[in-house]
């Protein structure tokens, strides 16, 4: 059973890393290259969207299963420093920073009217939303994949015990 956990939690933590890691790398430097209005249509858009039960499962599955692995495993050494690095990591590093940064940076930007706004405050919309969005989500990202190597070596030790 605790292999069955790790095996979930890994493959959970490499989904949510792999997302960050799409979106750092490609997904916004192609919305960069849009107008203000277009930009900000897109994000509207991208943050409704994601929204669905299928994010809400690696996301949250990921909240979930990093400190049930940990703990199933807290006998097991390196497995569970291992497991409690990555849980810390992506708690503090993904979950909090989405939770105390791109959250309500999407929900201010959701509030938004475009279509009743001047270019002036579309483009200071932009301005105060996507360099600071793209930084959290640099930032969730590098904590994503610091997950990930400790979510690949519990495993590695784990088979090897």
């Known amino acids: 059973m605790t292999t069955l956990v790790l095996i979930i939690t890994a493959v959970l933590t490499a ?16 919305l960069g290259k849009l107008s203000d ?13 994601i929204l669905n039960p299928v994010f809400f499962m690696s996301f949250m599955g990921t909240v ?12 097991q050494q390196p497995v569970f420093i291992f497991l409690l690095l990555a849980t810390l990591a992506y708690l503090i590093g993904v979950f909090g920073v989405t939770v105390a940064g791109n959250v309500p940076m999407n929900d201010a930007l ?6 009743n706004s001047t ?32 979510v690949v ?7 090897e015990l």
């Open 15 to 30: 989904l949510i890393g792999g997302l960050f890691y799409a979106y750092s790398c490609s997904v916004v430097l192609g």
């Open 64 to 75: 979930i299963f990093l400190p049930v692995a940990t703990f199933l495993l807290r006998s």
């Open 119 to 150: 270019a002036e405050a579309i483009r200071q919309m932009r301005e105060n939303f996507e360099n600071r969005w793209n930084f959290l989500n640099n930032i969730r990202t590098v904590f994503s994949v610091i997950s990930i190597i400790f």
């Open 110 to 115: 959701d509030k938004f009217d475009i279509s």
């Open 153 to 159: 070596c519990a495993c590695v030790w784990h088979k």
């Open 37 to 49: 209005t277009e930009y900000l249509k897109a994000m509207q858009n991208i943050n409704r969207e």
